[in-house]
């Protein structure tokens, strides 16, 4: 009886896997079809494309960017795993002060020794909400984190070579927008737009003692992890940042540069859109050459706080009403911040 | 078919990522033609641990260890996030067909650079007849030189070329070569005019010797472009390092 059953399951279990074969090697034929197909209609129009003067160009900066990004984006992740798989996150709960207000300065201020890249930090603050850190200062590590550690510093000033005035101004005003957004959480926050985490992420940081095979597992994981899901966002930051160089006419861009507000706003906006990740964003800013100084800092502040790939980690981890809200009052503090300390520093 | 493509998947893209950066910067010079030279090193390493931990990864997965790839968000599959597979379009890109160095066509989109700013004395020029110098060097000595140094001496320079189409039958052509700071994306041209030789084509890599053709004072808007009047002009294959650094 019980033998007749098995023999029953391992059979459908075999036809199964045959149909799915089947399946796959016809959906996958049918595929390869399409793709040789148009690639052999398209390939020589895009040959054609690519030996014009811009397309060249494009694909160069495209991909010196990207070739930029790979090894500040694999330090950064190295990090990122180490401390999500060796440091417990109840560390950091013990290390606060017990009132918020007093939290939210103290865990912005510990982004500044803990790299990450933002999508590394979202799980992270949800491990240490879960750990009964207050919310409003998680959210300033959140936030602080990925902008303002040694790596995006360092990065910076390579960018900017003989400019330390931008790595401080961008040190001060990511850590001042980090501040006041948990502060501004202290105030005016409800916990009821927070849907806290529930489950445990594996690579968030957990940290939980475990074996040390399985904390190398971890890190392992996490720095494969982070690496690809940055790499990705890098890539189509490098693409955008290479069409914005050569789509747009300079004249254009003049119309923006001549106007010290526009372009810090323009700026601002296309921080959110590009989605660099925050190792590698200084490149790009360096690289918007023509805007004002303070525009690429508002770039760099606003970018690795307020971008769609992170709205889109935040309503994935804390909820949409929380993303929406959150995400536009980082992005008014965040402008105003860098405002601020451009007209001071820069 | 699909379910190892998505399973080997992340493996597959560290590998081909690790594999196209050491392409150009431990089995070529390529990387020269995005990024400055100080970047080496790290790209070597880069490259190496992308490979390895693209074989562990690979290895772990043949062994069927399935659940090792992290899934902390929505829109990640269980075998990592998916916006990874853009990283194979640059790194076949690089692997395939990679990129060339950057020429005329941003050099005349970019203002050109003026190199040192305000006028002073700069260090003596280097004994040598000609004496070999950047293109960055000469633009500071010919427009900010109080000494002019530069005078009654023969120079050697390497550039491209670029031209420029004027209403009358004269066009001017210039000696150019593009500054690279940080990588290719921050490219901005040093350009020298270039009297008394017909022009190459375009893009065309030439090494001019010549002296240099006072115009203008010293700092002034007319001294900008600085020319230069050439007794030879020879074309050369594109130097290793396409870029001059600021």
Same mark, same amino acid.
């Given at each position: 009886?019980?033998?007749?059953?098995?023999?029953?399951?391992?059979?459908?279990?075999?036809?199964?896997?045959?149909?799915?074969?089947?399946?796959?090697?016809?959906?996958?034929?049918?595929?390869?079809?399409?793709?040789?197909?148009?690639?052999?209609?398209?390939?020589?129009?895009?040959?054609?494309?690519?030996?014009?003067?811009?397309?060249?160009?494009?694909?160069?900066?495209?991909?010196?960017?990207?070739?930029?990004?790979?090894?500040?984006?694999?330090?950064?992740?190295?990090?990122?795993?180490?401390?999500?798989?060796?440091?417990?996150?109840?560390?950091?709960?013990?290390?606060?002060?017990?009132?918020?207000?007093?939290?939210?300065?103290?865990?912005?201020?510990?982004?500044?020794?803990?790299?990450?890249?933002?999508?590394?930090?979202?799980?992270?603050?949800?491990?240490?909400?879960?750990?009964?850190?207050?919310?409003?200062?998680?959210?300033?590590?959140?936030?602080?984190?990925?902008?303002?550690?040694?790596?995006?510093?360092?990065?910076?000033?390579?960018?900017?070579?003989?400019?330390?005035?931008?790595?401080?101004?961008?040190?001060?005003?990511?850590?001042?927008?980090?501040?006041?957004?948990?502060?501004?959480?202290?105030?005016?926050?409800?916990?009821?737009?927070?849907?806290?985490?529930?489950?445990?992420?594996?690579?968030?940081?957990?940290?939980?003692?475990?074996?040390?095979?399985?904390?190398?597992? /971890?890190?392992?994981?996490?720095?494969?992890? *982070?690496?690809?899901?940055?790499?990705?966002?890098?890539?189509?930051?490098?693409?955008?940042?290479?069409?914005?160089?050569?789509?747009?006419?300079?004249?254009?861009?003049?119309?923006?540069?001549?106007?010290?507000?526009? #372009?810090?706003?323009?700026?601002?906006?296309?921080?959110?859109?590009?989605?660099?990740?925050?190792?590698? *964003?200084?490149?790009?800013?360096?690289?918007?050459?023509?805007?004002?100084?303070?525009?690429?800092?508002?770039?760099?502040?606003?970018?690795?706080?307020? *971008?769609?790939?992170?709205?889109?980690?935040?309503?994935?981890?804390?909820?949409?009403?929380?993303?929406?809200?959150? #995400?536009?009052?980082?992005?008014?503090?965040?402008?105003?911040? #860098?405002?601020?300390? /451009?007209?001071?520093?820069? | 078919?699909?379910?190892?493509?998505?399973?080997?998947?992340? +493996?597959?893209?560290?590998?081909?990522?690790?594999?196209?950066?050491?392409?150009?910067?431990?089995?070529? %010079?390529?990387?020269?033609?995005?990024? $400055?030279?100080?970047?080496?090193?790290?790209?070597?390493?880069?490259?190496?641990?992308?490979?390895?931990?693209?074989? @562990?990864?690979?290895?772990?997965?043949?062994?069927? &260890?399935?659940?090792?790839?992290? &899934?902390?968000?929505?829109?990640?599959?269980?075998?990592?996030?998916?916006?990874?597979?853009?990283?194979?379009?640059? +790194?076949?890109?690089?692997?395939?067909?990679?990129?060339?160095?950057?020429?005329?066509?941003?050099?005349?989109? %970019?203002?050109? $650079?003026?190199?040192? $700013?305000?006028?002073?004395?700069?260090?003596?020029?280097?004994?040598?007849?000609?004496?070999?110098?950047?293109?960055?060097?000469?633009?500071?000595?010919?427009?900010? &030189?109080?000494?002019?140094?530069?005078?009654?001496?023969? @120079?050697?320079?390497?550039?491209?070329?670029?031209?420029?189409?004027?209403?009358?039958? &004269?066009?001017?052509?210039?000696?150019?070569?593009?500054?690279?700071?940080?990588? +290719?994306?921050?490219?901005?041209?040093?350009?020298?005019?270039?009297?008394?030789?017909?022009? =190459? =084509? %375009?893009?065309?890599? @030439?090494?001019?010797?010549?002296?240099?053709?006072?115009?203008?004072?010293?700092?002034?808007?007319?001294?900008?472009?600085?020319?230069?009047?050439?007794?030879? @002009?020879?074309?050369?294959?594109?130097?290793?390092?396409?870029?001059?650094?600021?």
């Amino acid at each position: 009886m019980e033998n007749q059953r098995t023999e029953a399951r391992s059979v459908a279990d075999g036809v199964r896997l045959a149909v799915r074969g089947v399946v796959y090697a016809v959906v996958g034929g049918l595929a390869l079809l399409a793709i040789a197909t148009v690639a052999s209609v398209l390939g020589p129009m895009l040959a054609l494309d690519l030996a014009t003067p811009a397309m060249a160009a494009w694909w160069t900066v495209f991909t010196a960017v990207v070739v930029q990004g790979v090894p500040f984006l694999l330090l950064g992740t190295l990090v990122s795993a180490a401390i999500g798989a060796f440091v417990p996150a109840r560390v950091f709960s013990r290390l606060l002060p017990r009132s918020p207000a007093l939290a939210v300065p103290v865990a912005g201020a510990a982004g500044v020794v803990l790299p990450g890249c933002e999508c590394a930090s979202v799980p992270v603050a949800g491990s240490l909400m879960r750990r009964g850190v207050a919310p409003a200062a998680a959210l300033a590590f959140l936030l602080s984190a990925p902008a303002i550690n040694p790596v995006v510093l360092v990065a910076t000033s390579i960018a900017f070579p003989g400019q330390p005035s931008m790595v401080l101004a961008r040190l001060l005003a990511s850590l001042a927008a980090a501040v006041v957004t948990g502060w501004l959480w202290v105030r005016f926050g409800k916990d009821e737009w927070l849907r806290l985490p529930k489950t445990r992420t594996p690579s968030g940081g957990s940290g939980d003692a475990g074996t040390p095979r399985s904390r190398w597992d /971890g890190f392992r994981a996490g720095l494969q992890h *982070d690496f690809l899901h940055a790499g990705g966002f890098l890539v189509v930051g490098a693409a955008a940042a290479a069409t914005f160089g050569i789509v747009v006419p300079r004249s254009v861009l003049d119309v923006f540069t001549d106007s010290p507000w526009l #372009s810090v706003l323009l700026l601002a906006v296309l921080a959110v859109v590009l989605c660099v990740c925050s190792e590698a *964003d200084a490149f790009v800013a360096a690289s918007l050459t023509g805007f004002s100084p303070t525009a690429r800092l508002a770039f760099m502040v606003v970018g690795p706080m307020v *971008d769609l790939k992170l709205i889109a980690l935040q309503t994935g981890t804390f909820g949409r009403s929380f993303a929406v809200r959150f #995400s536009a009052a980082t992005w008014v503090v965040a402008v105003t911040s #860098s405002v601020l300390a /451009g007209w001071w520093l820069l | 078919m699909v379910a190892p493509v998505r399973r080997y998947g992340p +493996a597959a893209v560290l590998l081909l990522s690790g594999a196209a950066i050491l392409r150009i910067s431990l089995f070529s %010079e390529l990387y020269l033609r995005y990024v $400055q030279p100080g970047l080496r090193p790290y790209l070597i390493a880069s490259g190496v641990l992308l490979v390895l931990l693209g074989a @562990v990864s690979g290895g772990r997965t043949a062994r069927g &260890d399935a659940h090792d790839a992290t &899934d902390t968000h929505d829109h990640h599959t269980s075998h990592g996030p998916r916006v990874a597979w853009l990283l194979t379009v640059p +790194a076949l890109a690089l692997l395939l067909f990679p990129p060339p160095a950057l020429g005329s066509y941003s050099a005349d989109r %970019e203002a050109a $650079q003026y190199a040192a $700013q305000g006028v002073g004395t700069f260090p003596e020029l280097p004994a040598g007849d000609p004496v070999d110098l950047t293109l960055g060097e000469f633009t500071s000595r010919a427009i900010y &030189d109080s000494e002019r140094s530069l005078k009654g001496r023969t @120079v050697r320079m390497t550039g491209f070329v670029t031209r420029e189409e004027n209403e009358g039958e &004269d066009s001017t052509w210039y000696l150019t070569r593009l500054l690279v700071s940080c990588c +290719a994306a921050d490219a901005a041209p040093y350009k020298i005019e270039v009297r008394g030789a017909d022009a =190459p =084509p %375009e893009d065309a890599w @030439v090494t001019v010797t010549g002296t240099w053709h006072p115009e203008g004072g010293l700092g002034s808007e007319e001294a900008w472009p600085p020319v230069l009047d050439a007794a030879s @002009v020879k074309r050369v294959a594109e130097p290793r390092n396409p870029y001059e650094k600021r």
